[in-house]
Every structure is written in C-alpha cells, then in structure tokens.
C-alpha cells in the first residue's frame, strides 16, 4: 500500500439552501469524493408537505428529515466515488445554514414530526432566510435602545431579522403551545451534529460560532442578559434557562463520536470523531486556508457572506457580527453578508423567461459601465449589511423603453459588487484593514462576469478558489482537527487548512480589475449611495 492510500480522511458535510454536499478530502488536500443531493422538499415556501396549508410570504421552512436522509445518501455514494475503505475516515465536520433553527423533544424529536404539529408551521424548522419575525426584530431593537444594552456593540446596534431569538419570538407570539411543547431550542447545525454523536440533552454539543453571531452570545456574558430578555417577553428568558441546555464548542472541537445507529445509515464504523457545527459561509475561511488576517473571504451563492480575521475586535456601525474566535482560533472574526445574491439572479433569470445566463451574461459584458444609466438595489431579500433590514425591497431606476434584459442584469451585477464595496468602506474606515479578497463558492466558477464585475468595482485582484467546495473543505478540516493531532497529524486550524486548502500560487486564479472603468464606478457608487439613502429605512441608515 502506497503513503497515500494510508492517509487519513476527513469527511465535509455542507448544508445549504437546496442541497447537502458530502466532501471527502484527504490530509494534503486531495478531493477523492464529492456528491450532493437535493432535498426531497427543499424551500418549503409555498404549501406545507403533507397538509396543503399556504404558507404566507416571506416564510421559508425545511424538513428535518431532508437533512438526515440527503446526507446519508451522499455520504455514501461520496465513499463508493473516492473507491476508499471508510475506515480511513478520522472525522466529520458539519456546516449549515444559519440561522436555521428548531424546536424538538427532550430526545430530540423535532416537533414537526408528532402527528400534533405537522400541521403548525411555527414547529416546523425555520429557515435562515424565514422573514416572518418583522415586528418580533422591531420589538428586541428598540427594547435594547431603550435599555442601551452593551452587547449591541458586537452586532453593529442591530439585531437581524433572521437571527435565532426574533424567531423564536415570532413563535411565542404567533403559536404560543409550540413554544409550551417545545423542550430544547437549537440551531439545526448543532442539532444534526446532536443526531450523529448522541447522549442527553443537557450535553447536546452548542456551536460557539452560531451562538456568537446569530444568538447573542459571548464566551464573556453568555446570552443576552435576563432583565433585557424578559423586558422583551419573559418567555425568552425562561427558554435560555429552561429550554436551550448544552456545552458551548468552538468549531474544530470535538463535539463526541459518531453513534452506531447513526454509523449503519451512513455507511460509516461508528466512533468517528464529529466535529462542533460551524455556520456555513465560515467554514469558507478554513476552506480556501484564508488562516491570515486581512483577507475578506466572500462566500457566494444564493446569498454572500464575507468573511474576515482581524487581529483587533472593535464595534464598525453596520457590522453586525464580530466574534472573538468566531471564525478561527486567535483573531477576531467580522461577518457581513448580502441576502441575495444567487437569488437575485436566478429571480430575473425566471422575470425574463430565460433559461441560463449564458447569452444574457455576454451582452451585459458588453455595455459599458454603468450599464447606460440603469442603476439597482439588490434588496430582493431585504439588505443585511450594513441596514440590517430584511424588509427593505429591490429597486431599479433609470429605465426607458430601450431598456433590455441585459441592462437589467448588468445593472443588478454591478449593484451587488457596490454592496460589497460598501462593506469594505465601512470595515476600513472602522480602523479594519482588507488587503486581499478570496472568491468561493458555486457562483464564482458558473458565472465569471460576477468576479470580474466585483474586481472592477472595488478596483482590487480577487483570487477565484479552484475548489466550489469552500464550505464542505472547511467542514472537513474542522472534522480533521476533531480528530486530534494522533489520527489527523494536525495540532491546530491553521495549520490544518494550510495543508488541506490552501493553493499554490502557479494553481491560483486571479481576475484583475479594469482600471480604466474605475472612474465611471465611482460616480455609480455615489449614486449608488444616493438610491440606497432615498429608498432605506432613514434611522437604521444613519
């Protein structure tokens, strides 16, 4: 047997929006496997299975049931791809959707699944992009103003509306005998990691990570204090006493082993070392071996989350989400994001009645910048950073009757590279320098005139990571680092992701900005700017 074939393997589980990727890779970085399969029910938006009930807009749920049968699946057919013996697995790493979130039994049953609630939308898992929490979100923002509540600081002054306690407000308020039912809160990352290693609810292994940046939480003061919760409603109060047990891990610790039962359905040996959950656009970070500070790491798909580890933690006005060793161990990890992005897309893809952007991508190239005086809001999904407002709607202006799909579309890139381009002023001007930008995810490979649309407005290089696995490699080096340093040959994270993810330079992609469009991009960026102030909810914006 050849060195390579006894090295060990970790296995990458990535949750997202339609789909779960399992991911093979071993110590040096090599994919031997990679499958992904759809959820037999994915955005449950429109009815809810097995009920007809409608489901009012701007809700989006999933089933438990998807998760656990779409993994096993894949992590089976990844093993029978790569040809290995499963014995070399070392380790599991889990990265999901956040905040995605649930309530369940003392043993775990999600709520959805007792015949009592299979039809109360309220016990079914609430998706990260559920937006049904509007005047719950309202309510906790200006109960923390009043109350000038410190931990604000961390979160840019805003609690977002997809967040876990606005979402479990909304069920307080909207469906009052599911949170009486209820016995445990969690986020579905921690609860699918719960699924694998088993035990009691009271040792059920919490993410550092999804509790950081969705739950208001800090290694410091814990949740947010009782006083604040119950000024908001007593009942949030009682379930972080009552209703939310566990351990807090860091990503990359080992949340316990993978049980027997749970070993059969994947087609594992049990006592596979199972990895703390990470949220899925961080486990990017480690996944394209950004272990530096500095780098903005943007993690693109039907949404973007941008990444960055700084050496300094300090509050920047709009940022909602700094985490001491939220990202990795060591540093200051920064979250902001765009709620949609993919999305966007793929909504004007359907408006026009095309189908692949193949053409319409070419002859939006064309134009020349500014896309001849169309200019967007991307705010289909509302805008989260740097507003923090998930009502606020997409606009497009400037239109006149030559106006055609490819206006539309460049118009709709380009807005999407300014937000970016907003967030990079805001986290400079906080004093938090960005010297390098990574692209990962699906959408950087399918779609090049996003990239280069992006290099053009902020007028920087942008490395397009080889892999669109990003999130399932820095599940897997979390995995691998569960492990420990005997089965794995890692004693830390950085390390780790150095060896598994990180690209030679003569590997490295890198689209370079257009430096005669930087003139005309910086007259849209103000006008920009001046659509985004005239069609934003004024007190957030200032």
């Known amino acids: 047997m050849t060195a390579d074939l006894e090295l060990p393997v970790a296995l990458g589980l990535d949750f997202g929006t339609e789909s779960v990727r399992a991911l093979l890779i071993d110590s040096q970085g090599r994919e031997l496997g990679c499958v992904s399969r759809n959820y037999e029910h994915g955005q449950i938006t429109q009815t809810l299975p097995g009920t007809g009930l409608t489901i009012p807009p701007d809700h989006a749920f999933q089933s438990p049931s998807d998760w656990l049968d779409g993994a096993a699946e894949a992590t089976r057919q990844a093993i029978a791809d790569a040809g290995i013996d499963?014995?070399?697995?070392?380790?599991i790493g889990v990265d999901f959707t956040s905040c995605t979130m649930l309530p369940t039994k003392r043993d775990g049953t999600p709520l959805c699944?007792?015949?009592a609630f299979t039809d109360v939308m309220m016990a079914w898992p609430k998706l990260w992009k559920h937006h049904g929490a509007i005047e719950q979100t309202q309510r906790m923002n200006a109960i923390a103003e009043e109350r000038g509540e410190a931990f604000m600081d961390r979160y840019g002054g805003t609690i977002g509306l997809e967040w876990f306690f606005p979402k479990l407000l909304e069920t307080i308020d909207k469906s009052p005998e599911v949170y009486d039912a209820a016995e445990v809160w969690l986020?579905?990352?921690?609860?699918?990691?719960w699924q694998l290693v088993g035990g009691e609810a009271e040792r059920l292994p919490r993410s550092t990570c999804q509790a950081g940046y969705k739950a208001l939480?800090?290694?410091?003061?814990?949740y947010a204090n009782d006083a604040y919760l119950s000024a908001v409603e007593p009942r949030l109060a009682e379930a972080v006493r009552r209703k939310m047990p566990g351990r807090m891990l860091s990503p990359g610790e080992k949340a316990g082993e993978l049980t027997e039962k749970m070993a059969e359905r994947f087609?594992?040996?049990?006592?596979?070392?199972?990895?703390?959950?990470?949220?899925?656009a961080h486990s990017a970070v480690p996944g394209v071996g950004a272990a530096e500070p500095g780098t903005l790491v943007m993690v693109m798909g039907t949404s973007s989350c941008h990444m960055l580890n700084a050496t300094i933690g300090k509050p920047v006005n709009g940022v909602a989400g700094i985490v001491d060793g939220g990202i990795l161990p060591g540093m200051f990890g920064y979250e902001t994001g765009q709620a949609a992005v993919g999305d966007a897309f793929a909504w004007l893809l359907k408006l026009l009645n095309l189908q692949s952007f193949d053409e319409l991508g070419r002859a939006a190239i064309a134009l020349p910048p500014g896309s001849e005086g169309v200019v967007c809001l991307d705010w289909m999904n509302g805008c989260r950073t740097p507003l923090m407002d998930g009502s606020l709607k997409?606009?497009?202006?400037?239109?006149t009757l030559a106006t055609t799909p490819a206006h539309l579309y460049r118009a709709l890139l380009e807005a999407s590279a300014m937000g970016v381009r907003w967030i990079v002023d805001l986290l400079t001007e906080g004093g938090v320098p960005v010297e390098r930008f990574i692209a990962t995810g699906g959408l950087p490979h399918h779609n090049p005139a996003v990239t280069q649309i992006y290099a053009d407005v902020l007028g920087c290089e942008i490395e397009v990571h080889p892999s669109e696995q990003g999130p399932a490699v820095g599940a897997a080096v979390l995995g691998m680092l569960a492990a420990g340093s005997e089965k794995s040959g890692f004693e830390n994270v950085v390390d780790a992701?150095?060896?598994m993810a990180a690209v030679p330079v003569e590997k490295k992609k890198i689209v370079k900005p257009q430096q005669d469009h930087r003139a005309a991009y910086?007259?849209?960026y103000a006008r920009y700017g001046r659509l985004a102030v005239t069609f934003s909810t004024p007190d957030l914006l200032n």
């Open 522 to 524: 910086d007259v849209l």
């Open 113 to 115: 699944q007792l015949d």
């Open 267 to 280: 087609g594992l040996p049990a006592g596979i070392a199972v990895s703390a959950a990470t949220i899925d």
């Open 394 to 399: 997409g606009v497009f202006a400037g239109l």
């Open 187 to 193: 986020e579905a990352g921690d609860w699918f990691v």
């Open 86 to 91: 499963p014995r070399r697995i070392v380790g």
């Open 217 to 222: 939480w800090s290694a410091e003061e814990g």
């Open 497 to 499: 992701a150095s060896a």
